[in-house]
């Protein structure tokens, strides 16, 4: 799995991971064999972390403590590597900056943006935040649909909507560590504490993984048209 970060992570953040002048069709090519690859050294990590979901299950099934099947979902929410929750979060900061708060509509937004006369801190976070979900948007399947770094209006109006001080999304890492420790607590009176532990570890580092591939499908695709 640290190899598989590695890799994805050096696609995401590197300006072009393409030739020059190459047709569309060879790029998509070499885009899915580079992919494929690098994915194959993730195959036995996602496979480990959906049999400790199938154990944990196991492990619960005929608990007398009530409520056990939504304590292992929360136990599965906003795990880091899911690219869909860390953009929630990367969203929530953006729309706490000055910049956002103290922007009043989307037409100077986009102008202060194309001028590059928000403040160096502000670019900087911003063109990382494009870098890394700027491939994404509404109906993202559909490679004709608009892109997030296509829309950069439709990006401030969203982030004008969310209440940086008080969004949900920064309530659910308190909910999962408190699912967490009550099933450690039902885990230890079960005699199963060192066997929850084993699978909790598995999917903490490993399930919000399960769509990081499709997320560079998509990441990857959009580079190829964008050349």
């Known amino acids: 799995m640290d190899q598989y970060k590695e890799f994805t992570e050096g696609l995401i953040m590197s300006n072009s991971t393409h030739m020059p002048n190459a047709s569309f069709r060879s790029l998509v090519e070499d885009s899915a064999a580079m992919l494929t690859d690098g994915m194959m050294s993730s195959l036995g990590s996602l496979s480990m972390v959906m049999w400790a979901k199938y154990r944990l299950e196991q492990m619960f099934e005929n608990s007398k403590e009530k409520g056990t099947d939504d304590l292992l979902i929360s136990l599965h929410m906003d795990l880091k590597g899911n690219p869909t929750s860390e953009m929630g979060h990367a969203m929530v900061r953006l729309a706490g900056r000055p910049e956002i708060t103290e922007t009043q509509t989307a037409e100077s937004f986009c102008q202060k943006i194309s001028e590059g006369s928000f403040s160096e801190e502000?670019?900087?976070?911003?063109?990382?935040?494009?870098?890394?979900?700027?491939?994404?948007?509404?109906?993202?399947?559909?490679?004709?649909?608009?892109?997030?770094?296509?829309?950069?209006?439709?990006?401030?109006?969203?982030?004008?909507?969310?209440?940086?001080?008080?969004?949900a999304i920064l309530q659910v890492e308190e909910r999962r560590r408190e699912a967490c420790e009550k099933l450690l607590a039902i885990a230890k009176e079960l005699g199963k504490e060192a066997d929850f532990t084993y699978h909790e570890n598995n999917i903490r580092n490993c399930w919000g993984h399960r769509e990081h591939p499709k997320y560079m499908s998509k990441h990857e695709l959009c580079c190829c048209c964008a050349q």
């Not at 502000?122 to 935040?129: L, R």
């Not at 979900?133 to 997030?148: L, V």
């Open 122 to 167: 502000f670019m900087g976070i911003y063109e990382e935040f494009m870098k890394r979900y700027g491939c994404r948007g509404m109906k993202e399947i559909d490679i004709a649909s608009p892109r997030t770094s296509e829309e950069p209006d439709v990006l401030f109006e969203k982030l004008k909507q969310i209440d940086s001080e008080n969004n």
